[in-house]
């Protein structure tokens, strides 16, 4: 693996680790959803659709390539995050997108005493082996990671398919349930943005309606 695998306990220190509202925001939406840094990193208020109950990974005309990034049923602990998302991007420092959060990631490992191979990756593959566990089917997990495009190939399916009730149904549930362990055992609210993150966000909301 490409980073280290961690233990419930373990994610939710390195949750605490994360002291800074950009890298709150970071980790809670990397939980929520097990996406690339990359991907999370490209996220928008657009990138969301409350009614639906969406989060579409690949922003609006950019290709697709290997590294599939899927459209997610968003769970019922990214509810309250999605409900206070600024305008413009979603990981921002000082109103500004974010390239890399590698440096804030690192800071945040090693005030959690982790392995220092830990990073997204460990994320990722700490979720695939609690779907595993949770018993969700391989072509879930696969499509939930981005690993593998769903198996309804026509665009036309593809763009309609996540508004099905039961999409990625079982993988949502699990992932649902991981963060809600997770969350049990951080000190940092989860469950909803903790007070940096909602102030972090109001102030970029004023920004934009300044129009700085």
């Given at each position: 693996?490409?980073?280290?695998?961690?233990?419930?306990?373990?994610?939710?220190?390195?949750?605490?680790?994360?002291?800074?509202?950009?890298?709150?925001?970071?980790?809670?939406?990397?939980?929520?959803?097990?996406?690339?840094?990359?991907?999370?990193?490209?996220?928008?208020?657009?990138?969301?659709?409350?009614?639906?109950?969406?989060?579409?990974?690949?922003?609006?005309?950019?290709?697709?390539?290997?590294?599939?990034?899927?459209?997610?049923?968003?769970?019922?602990?990214?509810?309250?995050?999605?409900?206070?998302?600024?305008?413009?991007?979603?990981?921002?420092?000082?109103?500004?997108?974010?390239?890399?959060?590698?440096?804030?990631?690192?800071?945040?490992?090693?005030?959690?005493?982790?392995?220092?191979?830990?990073?997204?990756?460990?994320?990722?593959?700490?979720l695939a082996r609690y779907m595993t566990r949770q018993g969700v089917d391989r072509e879930q997990?696969?499509?939930?990671?981005?690993?593998?495009?769903?198996?309804?190939?026509?665009?036309t399916t593809l763009i309609y398919s996540p508004y099905?009730?039961?999409?990625?149904?079982?993988?949502?549930?699990?992932?649902?349930?991981?963060?809600?362990?997770?969350?049990?055992?951080?000190?940092?609210?989860?469950?909803?943005?903790?007070?940096?993150?909602?102030?972090?966000?109001?102030?970029?909301?004023?920004?934009?309606?300044?129009?700085?």
């Open positions: 693996p490409k980073g280290a695998v961690l233990s419930i306990s373990e994610l939710a220190r390195f949750y605490d680790g994360c002291t800074e509202p950009h890298l709150q925001a970071w980790f809670a939406l990397l939980l929520g959803t097990a996406a690339r840094t990359a991907a999370i990193l490209d996220l928008t208020d657009g990138s969301f659709d409350r009614e639906a109950g969406l989060i579409r990974l690949n922003p609006e005309g950019r290709m697709q390539t290997n590294k599939w990034r899927p459209c997610l049923p968003a769970h019922a602990h990214l509810l309250p995050w999605m409900d206070e998302l600024p305008p413009g991007p979603t990981i921002a420092y000082r109103g500004q997108p974010l390239k890399s959060v590698k440096k804030g990631r690192a800071g945040a490992v090693r005030r959690a005493g982790l392995d220092l191979r830990a990073n997204s990756y460990s994320v990722r593959h700490s997990i696969g499509v939930w990671l981005g690993h593998v495009a769903p198996s309804e190939s026509p665009e099905a009730p039961d999409f990625l149904i079982d993988a949502k549930r699990a992932t649902e349930d991981f963060v809600a362990e997770i969350a049990a055992k951080a000190k940092t609210s989860l469950l909803e943005p903790p007070l940096g993150v909602r102030m972090a966000w109001q102030l970029q909301r004023q920004r934009a309606e300044r129009g700085d």
